[in-house]
């Protein structure tokens, strides 16, 4: 079984149909999920084989977590031995993501990150730890500018009342594709009301659209 977290946006009820909808679509076997907070756990039996193309037919879903650990510290210790799972070749980039969790614990990221980078440093791996510049988790710009996942992994810490998850984000958000569509488009009228990228994406998903099959018809194109 494999268990996956999604960070969603604004619209949960939204996003979490939206998910639900494209489990459907693409694996056989219905998942089973709970919520917490901005974060809906799936547990499926199948894995999610291309995590970033997934990701990018979802409009409501900022990031995919693999989660590897349900049993989870914030202790310097357990994420140094975590650390020690993955590749740490060249210069390895790490940062810390924490959701839903006590307030006492977001105001530590800084000094755990600096902790553990003495620590791995110490044990020679050359590293540098990226901090969220606002609030307790690293959002999709940061993760692609700091090219994260490619030279490193953003460790994720989700609180869930008796248990506390750990995993790596697998995907992002593709921020600057969602920029293009909204705000390089042609022509924009705010009078008449203009839909965002996004919610489009979610309704379309909604429908059940099947872009191999199925010709979609927007009668406000244009206008």
């Known amino acids: ?55 990018d037919t979802l409009g409501g879903t900022l990031k995919i977590i693999q989660i590897e650990k349900d049993s989870a510290s914030l202790e310097p210790s357990f994420i140094v031995d975590y650390i020690g799972e993955k590749d740490t070749r060249g210069k390895y980039l790490f940062g810390i993501s924490l959701y839903n969790t006590p307030t006492t614990h977001m105001r530590k990221i800084h000094a755990i990150g600096i902790a553990v980078k003495k620590i791995l440093k110490k044990n020679g791996v050359s590293c540098r730890f990226i901090e969220p510049h606002h609030g307790s988790a690293l959002d999709s710009p940061e993760i692609a500018y700091n090219n994260l996942l490619e030279k490193g992994d953003d460790i994720c810490f989700i609180y869930d009342h008796a248990h506390v998850y750990c995993g790596t984000t697998i995907a992002v958000q593709d921020f600057r594709a969602y920029g293009l569509r909204d705000y390089e488009k042609p022509s924009r009228d705010a009078k008449r009301g203009m839909l965002p990228p996004k919610l489009a994406q979610i309704m379309i998903q909604l429908a059940g659209v099947s872009p191999a099959t199925d010709t979609l018809y927007d009668p406000f194109c244009g206008t």
């Open 1 to 55: 079984m494999y268990t996956y977290g999604f960070i969603v946006g604004k619209n949960k009820a939204l996003s979490l149909a939206e998910l639900i909808q494209v489990f459907k679509k693409h694996h056989t076997t219905p998942p089973t999920f709970s919520i917490t907070g901005n974060v809906v756990l799936f547990n499926t039996p199948q894995v999610i084989a291309s995590p970033q193309k997934f990701l």
